[in-house]
């Protein structure tokens, strides 16, 4: 025993050590704009070839926006490797998201080099983007308030007493420093998860009369209603055939679910539950996220309780034009809401215990893009078909097909039967079953449909002027 004990501090010290040397690689600490480029490009200058940084558009006040790419042939679309974002910062007084999403990248960068399989995998078979701040001008305004009202919260911690205008100024809540409305907006103090086209109104209209059920047309001039943060994330999606996605906010501790609109007005002062075709679909996602997080899955979080960790959005509370009902309605891309701290702008010594608690979460999630069915659509000579629609029987929403001919339709484990079509091709369909691991590949190749001969046989010498109505035109398609 005697022995033990004397080889204990020897074997202590060398572990508080080696811990010591992790905390201080880790760099736990809030990221100004400039610290956050730094921070980014270091990643880059580390991980050299698996890495791109590049930037989707300019804030109102001109900052970068600026996005982290992992893959094995960064900035490059491979068939059949889905592309996946996260969101981090969209409101600029939540940061824990910011914060998180510079730790992931910095995390993925050493265990790549560490030769962590499962870490390669993903960046081998995935293209990854991570935005960690959407709205950086709105964080500078959070930031500086956060440091002029570091004061003010140690003196009320200390019970001194402070004039009520100058606790007001600093955004208490009670006893509790919350920052719950300074620099939530951009510069133009406009709430960017508020300033997406609203196409959820046109899909309800669509869901009555037999209409479009997926990429719904964007509105006339859309591109003047919109900030210029709004604008890039737009542009972005445009770009990128994104499949799944998350945007990480604060204010609350739940894995958040399209749709957020509701379809019915309050009732009794309530919002009512606004499922998706893919409600099933979605809240797998939701709690995949919810019970790799280390307390989330638990539903008792900030005064609030959500059954395992999860909820629709409306259900919750009714919101038009957010940004991850617009990812489902205007691309293929599946997205949800996560809000990932009680306090928007937690201190940085809570920083390491939320990474802890997020961070197997945040890989989970990210894996949750190679399930369902992918493929490729050709035609009969092979070439890739782009823009084809996938459909699902049982499911009132398609994907398309990329530029590239490949597809990706998330799906739980079960038999489905798919069919793929294209203008001037005959549509083609297949049966599959989806199992729980990797995603089924599921390939089509489409014919050219028959030239219909449109000449019409002129009836006692007379040209038939008017022009045939087509059988398989549906609704406003």
């Known amino acids: 025993m005697k022995q033990g004990w004397t080889l204990l501090p020897w074997l202590r010290a060398l572990l508080l050590g080696l811990m010591g040397l992790l905390v201080c690689s880790s760099d736990f600490q809030h990221h100004r704009y400039e610290d956050m480029i730094r921070a980014l490009f270091a990643v880059q200058s580390e991980c050299p070839y698996i890495t791109r940084i590049y930037s989707i558009g300019h804030s109102a006040e001109g900052r970068h926006l600026y996005v982290l790419e992992f893959s094995d042939n960064p900035g490059i679309h491979e068939a059949l490797e889905p592309e996946f974002k996260y969101v981090g910062n969209m409101h600029g007084n939540e940061v824990l998201g910011r914060e998180l999403l510079i730790k992931l990248s910095q995390f993925l960068c050493e265990e790549y080099r560490a030769g962590n399989q499962r870490i390669m995998r993903l960046i081998h078979d995935t293209r990854i983007h991570i935005l960690p701040s959407m709205n950086p001008d709105g964080y500078e305004v959070a930031a500086r308030q956060m440091l002029g009202c570091s004061r003010v919260w140690t003196e009320t911690r200390r019970q001194l007493h402070l004039p009520a205008s100058k606790m007001a100024k600093c955004g208490f ?58 604008l890039a994330v737009i542009k972005w999606m445009q770009n990128y055939n994104f499949i799944l996605s998350a945007n990480l906010h604060g204010g609350a501790v739940v894995a958040n679910y399209p749709f957020d609109k509701s379809r019915d007005p309050r009732i009794r002062g ?53 940004m991850q009902d617009f990812n489902y309605l205007y691309s293929n891309c599946f997205e949800i809401t996560l809000e990932l701290s009680c306090d928007k702008f937690p201190p940085a010594s809570a920083l390491p215990r939320e990474w802890l608690g997020n961070r197997e979460a945040l890989v989970s999630y990210l894996e949750q893009v190679h399930h369902g069915i992918k493929g490729m659509v050709y035609d009969e000579n092979n070439n890739p078909v782009g823009n084809a629609e996938i459909s699902v029987v049982g499911f009132n929403h398609d994907v398309t097909s990329g530029v590239d001919g490949d597809y990706f339709r998330l799906l739980l484990p079960g038999t489905y039967t798919v069919t793929a079509s294209a203008p001037g091709y005959v549509a083609s369909t297949s049966t599959v079953t989806v199992g729980p691991a990797e995603a089924i590949q599921l390939h089509f190749y489409l014919k050219p449909a028959p030239k219909q001969n449109l000449k019409v046989k002129p009836h006692n010498g007379k040209k038939n002027l008017s022009s045939p109505k087509s059988p398989l035109k549906l609704g406003p398609r």
Not at 190 to 207: G, K, Q, S, T, V
Not at 301 to 319: H, K, M, P, R, V
Request: aromatic share 16%; hydrophobic share 25%.
């Open 173 to 230: 809540r009670g006893p509790e420093f919350n920052g719950y409305l300074v620099g939530r907006g951009n510069s133009r103090d406009i709430d960017l998860n508020r300033n997406f086209p609203d196409l959820n109104a046109l899909m309800y209209y669509y869901e009555k009369t037999n209409g479009r059920n997926h990429h719904l047309p964007l509105p006339d001039n859309w591109e003047q209603q919109v900030e210029p943060e709004t």
């Open 270 to 322: 309530r919002t009512t539950y606004a499922a998706t075709p893919d409600d099933k679909v979605f809240r797998k996602l939701a709690r995949t996220y919810s019970y790799a997080h280390s307390w989330m899955h638990k539903g008792w979080n900030c005064g609030d309780f959500f059954d395992e960790g999860i909820t629709n959005g409306a259900s919750w509370y009714s919101l038009s034009k957010g």
